[in-house]
């Protein structure tokens, strides 16, 4: 039992893949005495948000969210007066940088 003094109740995570939808698989997991896990609907695994369903949309919100602040800085920018070589520079470092994370996924 070497390893549970490594794991912190703060930091780690469970989630259960529910593959039938019939059942809920929400009992909390107790490894030790006075620490438990609760199992959590979604994971940020490696940057990529993943739900229980295997489903990627709470993803697709953040990086949707990202980049539309992005692009209002983008327009700022744009009316301030900046070069085409400068917003192209702006649009390639800030914002088509976040599109391809886990697109093969």
């Not at 039938?20 to 997991?29: F, I, P, Q, S, T």
């Not at 949309?57 to 070069?83: A, P, Y």
């Amino acid at each position: 039992m070497k390893w549970l003094n490594c794991l912190s109740s703060d930091k780690t995570q469970i989630m259960n893949i529910l593959i039938n939808h019939r059942y809920n698989y929400d009992d909390e997991l107790f490894v030790h005495d006075d620490f438990s896990i609760q199992p959590t609907e979604c994971i940020k695994f490696l940057g990529l948000f993943i739900d229980d369903h295997l489903n990627f949309s709470k993803h697709i919100d953040e990086v949707v969210s990202k980049c539309d602040k992005r692009i209002f800085l983008l327009r700022q920018l744009k009316l301030f007066g900046m070069n085409a070589t400068g917003l192209k520079t702006f649009y390639c470092s800030n914002i088509r940088s976040l599109l391809p994370g886990a697109s093969k996924v």
